[in-house]
C-alpha cells in the first residue's frame, strides 16, 4: 500500500538518524523517534504523554546501540521487527479501509510487537490508554489538507432531480417539514422501488427555484456517506469523534441539509454486535437541535425495527410516506427513464411497451413498487434484445423477460389472450371425467373474476371440493393450473393438525427458532403471487388455520412473522375435504336412493366448518360417485397414456374387449374411485408387459395382444 506524506517524511529523517549513528539495521525506534519530526505528530502526544520525555527515552536508546566503524562500507537492512511492525500496520490500514498507511498504524504495528524497545518506551509514557492515543494520533492531519475542512469528505451532493412526476402533495409536505423551527427532520418512508432517492433528489431541485420559500432558498442537500465514516473506526471512540467532526462542520455551514439514503445503515438499535454506540444513537443530540436539518428514507420494515429497539428516536422526525404512483405516473416516468435505456442498450421501445410494462410489473411483480419494478422490467427487456441481436422492445419481448422472472407463462395469462378462456370449461372436461357440474362451477367462478365482476380485493376464488376419494378432486386442480398456464403448489394440511402449524406456514415469532426463514405459506405465495393453491384434506388442519384462511378468503391478505404483507389476490385457493367420508355409504340406503356420497357428505361439510368459513367460499364443489361410465373413461385414458409410453419403445398394444371387460370390472369401485382403475393396471398388466419386453426375446418393435384368461391375463406377441 501506499504511505501518506507524513510517513514518507518520516522515513527520510529516519534514515538520517542511521546515518548519523551508522546503525546496523532500521528498526521500529528509528521511525517512532523520527515521527517527533512531525509538529502536528508532537501536537498530538502532548496530549497523551510528555512528548519531550518520550523523544529523550528514544533518544537513548538509539544512542547506546552498536555502531558499525568507518572503514567498513555498507548499507543498512530492515530488522525483524521493523518488518513485523509494517505487516501489522498495512493489515490495520487493509482492513480499516485506509488508503494510504498513516501514523497510527505504524503505531498500531509497533504496538503489536512483543520484544519491542519502542512499545515498551510508548507504553511507559502514556498517561492514557493505547486506543486514546492511537485515536489522538488518528485525528492528526498527514496530508496535507486544510484539517477544518477533512469532514467533507464524508459528504456528497445530492444531484438534483431534471424531470419528476407527480409528488406534489407530499413535496409542500416536505418544504413545511423543513421550515419548522422544531422537528424539522424528514422521514420519507415507502416500499422497496417507490422512489424514495428520487423524491429527495427532487427536493434538492426544488430548493433552487424560485418558488422555493425563502428561509430555504439555496440550501444545499448532502448525502451522508454512512460506509465512509465507518470505514476505519476500529478503536472505540474513532466514531464518537468522526461523527463529531462531521456535524460540527455541518452546523459551521448551515446551508446545508443532510440526506441518508437507508434508516437500516445508521443502526437503530442502540449499541453494535460489539457494545460499541451505531450512528443513530450518535445523532440524536443533532437531531434534537434544531441546527441541522436530516431527510432520511426508509422502508416500513426498518421503521418498524427502530420502533421496537429505539422508538424515541422516530418522535424526531416527520413522517412522509410515498404511496406506489398510478398508472398514468408510473407510466410517465418509465418513459422518461426509457432514453437511458434505450442509448444504453441500443435499441428502440416502442411506444405502447411504457404503460404495458407498469401494467404487467404491477400484477406479477410483489416483492418491489413502481416505478423501479417496471424501469427494471424494461431494462430487463433491453439486455436480452441485446443478447438476441433484436433492434426493438414490444411486448412480446416483455412478456418474455417476465415469464423467466415469474416462472410462468405470462403472455397465455395476459389480458390480450382469451380464447384460453373461452374453451377453458370444454377442455376440463376432456380431462377430467364424470363430474361436468363441478368443471362448470369452478370455471364459471374464475371467468366472473376474470371479467372483474367480482371483488377486486380478493383471491380469483375460493373452492371448497368435496367428494369421495378418488374422483378427481386433485386431478381438477392440476388440470385447472395447466389450463391458466400457474404453477400448483400443493400443501399436505394433514401436517398441520398441530397448534403450532401456523408458525410452518407464516413464520416463526421473534425470537424462536426458525425466524429467520419465514413462513413456507407466505414465502411460496411471495415467490409466486400467480399461481394455483392447493390445501388438500383441509379438515385435518388444526382450527387456527382456519381463522388464518379467514383472512386470505376475506381480505386476499396476510401478514407473515416479520410483518411483510403478503398478496394472495391473484391466487386460485382449492380446498378439498373428505369430512364426512364415513357417513358416504349411508347415502344409498333405502329404496331407490338419488342422494350421492358427495352430497351426503356436502351436508356434513357445514357441521364440520363453521358458517364464517363456508361463507367466504366462492362455492363448494360437489363432486359425483364413481359410476361405470366413468370408469370406463378414465380407463381409456390410463390405457392411451400407456400405449404413449410403450409407443417410445416401438410397442403396439391391442386389447382385446373380453381383457378390456375384465380390467373395467376389477378397477371399478365406488369407494376408491380412480386409484383403484390405476392399481389393476399396475399390478396386473404391466408386469406382464415388462417381461415381455426385457425378456421376450424381440430385436425391434411388435404387437402385443391382452388376452383375459380365467386366472388374469394373457400376452401374444
Known amino acids: 500500500m ?3 506524506e507524513a510517513i514518507n517524511e518520516a522515513l527520510v529523517v529516519a534514515q538520517q538518524i542511521i546515518q548519523m549513528h551508522r546503525h546496523e539495521f532500521i528498526m521500529p525506534e528509528h521511525i517512532l523517534l523520527a515521527f517527533f519530526s512531525n509538529g502536528n505528530f508532537r501536537d498530538a502526544v502532548d496530549k497523551c504523554a510528555n512528548a519531550d520525555a518520550l523523544e529523550e527515552a528514544l533518544s537513548e536508546v538509539l544512542m547506546n546501540l552498536e555502531q558499525v566503524p568507518e572503514e567498513i562500507d555498507y548499507k543498512p537492512d530492515y530488522s525483524e521487527q521493523f518488518k513485523e511492525m509494517c505487516n501489522h500496520a498495512g493489515q490495520a490500514a487493509i482492513g480499516s479501509g485506509a488508503e494510504a498507511i498513516g501514523m497510527h498504524h505504524i503505531l498500531y504495528g509497533i504496538f503489536q510487537l512483543e520484544d519491542s524497545q519502542a512499545r515498551h518506551i510508548l507504553e511507559s509514557h502514556l498517561e492514557v490508554s493505547i486506543p486514546d492515543f492511537l485515536n489522538g494520533v488518528a485525528a492528526i492531519n498527514e496530508d496535507g489538507s486544510d484539517p477544518e475542512e477533512r469532514w467533507q469528505r464524508y459528504l456528497t451532493p445530492l444531484e438534483p432531480a431534471e424531470v419528476f412526476v407527480g409528488r406534489k402533495a407530499e413535496t409542500e409536505q416536505a418544504l413545511r417539514v423543513l421550515c419548522r423551527k422544531n422537528k424539522n427532520n424528514i422521514l420519507i418512508v415507502g416500499g422497496n422501488g417507490v422512489g424514495k432517492t428520487a423524491f429527495a433528489r427532487h427536493l434538492s431541485e426544488t430548493l ?32 464518537e469523534a468522526r461523527i463529531d467532526d462531521v456535524m460540527s462542520g455541518i452546523r459551521d455551514n448551515a446551508g446545508i441539509i443532510v440526506y441518508v439514503d437507508s434508516l437500516r445503515a445508521l443502526g437503530g438499535s442502540g449499541k453494535g454486535d460489539d457494545g460499541m454506540k451505531d450512528i443513530m444513537s450518535l445523532l440524536i443530540p443533532y437531531l434534537k437541535s434544531e441546527e441541522i436539518r436530516f ?6 420494515e426498518d421503521v418498524k425495527r427502530v420502533q421496537t429497539n429505539d422508538a424515541p428516536a422516530l418522535t ?64 430487463e427487456a433491453g439486455a436480452y434484445c441485446q443478447t438476441q441481436n433484436i433492434r426493438k422492445v414490444t411486448k412480446q419481448i416483455v412478456d418474455k423477460v417476465l415469464s423467466d422472472i415469474c416462472k410462468s407463462d405470462v403472455q397465455a395469462s395476459s389480458d390480450d389472450v382469451k380464447d384460453d378462456l373461452y374453451n377453458m370449461e370444454d377442455r376440463l ?13 369452478l370455471t364459471e367462478a374464475i371467468l366472473m373474476s376474470k371479467a372483474g365482476l367480482l371483488d377486486s380485493g380478493k ?25 391458466l398456464h400457474l404453477p400448483l403448489h400443493r400443501f399436505d394440511m394433514s401436517e398441520y393438525s398441530e397448534k403450532h402449524s401456523v408458525a410452518k406456514l407464516i413464520g416463526s415469532p421473534a425470537g424462536y427458532v426458525g425466524y429467520d426463514d419465514g413462513g413456507i405459506l407466505t414465502d411460496t405465495v411471495r415467490k409466486n403471487p400467480h399461481c394455483v393453491l392447493l390445501l388438500d384434506e383441509i379438515e385435518k388442519a388444526h382450527e387456527d388455520i382456519y381463522n388464518l384462511l379467514l383472512q386470505v378468503m376475506d381480505y386476499a391478505v396476510i401478514s407473515d412473522n416479520k410483518g411483510r404483507k403478503v398478496d394472495f389476490r391473484n ?10 367420508a364415513r357417513y358416504a355409504n349411508k347415502a344409498s340406503i333405502g329404496y331407490e336412493s338419488k342422494v350421492n356420497a358427495g352430497a351426503a357428505m356436502a351436508k356434513e361439510v357445514k357441521k364440520v366448518f363453521t358458517p364464517e368459513f363456508l361463507n367466504r367460499l366462492s362455492s363448494v364443489v360437489v363432486f359425483n360417485d364413481m359410476d361405470r361410465n366413468m370408469a370406463g373413461l378414465i380407463l381409456d385414458d390410463k390405457i392411451k397414456r400407456l400405449r404413449e409410453r410403450l409407443k417410445a419403445r416401438k410397442v403396439k398394444l391391442v386389447i382385446e374387449p373380453d381383457a378390456y371387460e375384465k380390467l373395467l370390472n376389477e378397477g371399478f369401485s365406488v369407494e376408491y374411485g380412480a386409484r383403484e382403475i390405476e392399481r389393476t393396471l399396475n399390478s396386473r398388466l404391466t408386469p406382464l408387459l415388462m417381461r415381455e419386453i426385457l425378456f421376450g426375446g424381440h430385436k425391434a418393435g411388435f404387437t402385443v395382444t391382452v388376452k383375459a384368461t380365467k386366472d388374469g391375463y394373457t400376452l401374444e406377441a
Open 429 to 441: 372436461k376432456q380431462k377430467i371425467y364424470g363430474q361436468d357440474n363441478a368443471i362448470k362451477t
Open 571 to 580: 391466487v386460485v385457493l382449492i380446498m378439498t375435504s373428505n369430512a364426512g
Open 459 to 483: 383471491t380469483i376464488g375460493n373452492f371448497l371440493f368435496v367428494g369421495p376419494t378418488g374422483v378427481g378432486k386433485t386431478e381438477l386442480s392440476k388440470v385447472l393450473a395447466q389450463q
Open 208 to 239: 433552487c427555484l424560485d418558488k422555493c420559500p425563502e428561509s430555504l432558498r439555496g440550501l444545499s442537500i448532502m448525502e451522508l456517506d454512512t460506509n465512509r465514516i465507518l470505514s476505519g473506526t476500529q478503536y472505540r471512540g474513532d466514531l
Open 295 to 300: 431527510i432520511i428514507s426508509a422502508t416500513p
Open 2 to 4: 501506499k504511505q501518506t
Open 316 to 379: 424526531l422526525f416527520r413522517t412522509i410516506e410515498l404511496e406506489e404512483p398510478s398508472d398514468d405516473d408510473a407510466a410517465a416516468i418509465v418513459n422518461l427513464s426509457s432514453e437511458y435505456l434505450a442509448q444504453h442498450h441500443n435499441v428502440d421501445y416502442s411506444f405502447d411497451v411504457y404503460a404495458y410494462s407498469v401494467h404487467m410489473s404491477r400484477r406479477y411483480i410483489q416483492d418491489r413498487c413502481l416505478p423501479d419494478k417496471a424501469i427494471d422490467l424494461l431494462d
